[in-house]
T-cell receptor, first 112, second 116 residues
Framework: KQEVTQIPAALSVPEGENLVLNCSFT??????LQWFRQDPGKGLTSLLL?????REQTSGRLNASLDKSSGRSTLYIAASQPGDSATYLC???????????FGKGITLSVRP | EAGVVQSPRYKIIEKKQPVAFWCNPI?????LYWYRQNLGQGPELLIR????????DSQLPKDRFSAERLKGVDSTLKIQPAELGDSAVYLC??????????????FGPGTRLTVL
């Protein structure tokens, strides 16, 4: 059974800091890995999708890497802003039924 | 283009009452998902539809939960009777389900259910 872990559960940083969010998963037989953002009371917004054959993806100030063999991914946020404050969830797509398994998320607070 | 639409956004009911949630996916998306998200947890899949067919309902508590996707577009998720432990956010998502390795799921805002 696939398990996705995100540690720590919460993170607080000052504005402008570069930061890294970590994600680990137990089954390396994945189709892809996705990072989502969730604002309070809202649904999930897809940030980046990394296919199993890829090593990283970039979008603006966000960069996500994937090391499938070690079961790890990182989301790098450059020059953090208060508007980046949200919960960031990592999810992997695996299995014959293409099931998306989520971590519990990391709640990020960027202080002005 | 409109995103995934869900209603109601909030629902408060007493235990043992029935409740239903509605979802309208993004136009043209063949695959529809219902997830349940408990407080402080990631979403967990309840059921996945490919057009009208439920292709994965292994996590759906079938004694009290039911779902349908008539005509392969809108979907309804029902709980009858509701229990205290059903309090959660119920999220609907949709995707094109073309190439699995690139398929992105688009989520609605969710329905927050509180069972008293």
């Amino acid at each position: 059974k696939q398990e996705v872990t995100q540690i720590p559960a919460a993170l607080s940083v000052p504005e402008g800091e570069n930061l890294v969010l970590n994600c680990s998963f137990t089954d390396s037989a994945i189709y892809n890995l996705q990072w989502f953002r969730q604002d309070p009371g809202k649904g999930l917004t897809s940030l980046l999708l990394i296919q199993s054959s890829q090593r990283e993806q970039t979008s603006g100030r966000l960069n996500a890497s994937l090391d499938k063999s070690s079961g790890r991914s990182t989301l790098y946020i450059a020059a953090s802003q208060p508007g980046d404050s949200a919960t960031y969830l990592c999810a992997v797509l695996t299995g014959a039924n293409s099931k998306l398994t989520f971590g519990k998320g990391i709640t990020l607070s960027v202080r002005p | 283009e409109a995103g995934v639409v869900q209603s109601p956004r909030y629902k408060i009911i007493e235990k043992k009452q029935p409740v239903a949630f509605w979802c309208n996916p993004i136009s043209g998306h063949n695959t529809l998902y219902w997830y349940r998200q408990n407080l402080g947890q990631g979403p967990e899949l309840l059921i996945r539809y490919e057009n009208e067919e439920a292709v994965d309902d292994s996590q759906l508590p079938k004694d009290r939960f039911s779902a349908e996707r008539l005509k392969g577009v809108d979907s309804t998720l029902k709980i009858q009777p509701a229990e205290l432990g059903d309090s959660a956010v119920y999220l609907c998502a949709s995707s094109l389900q073309g190439d699995t390795s690139t398929d992105t799921q688009y989520f609605g805002p969710g329905t927050r259910l509180t069972v008293l």
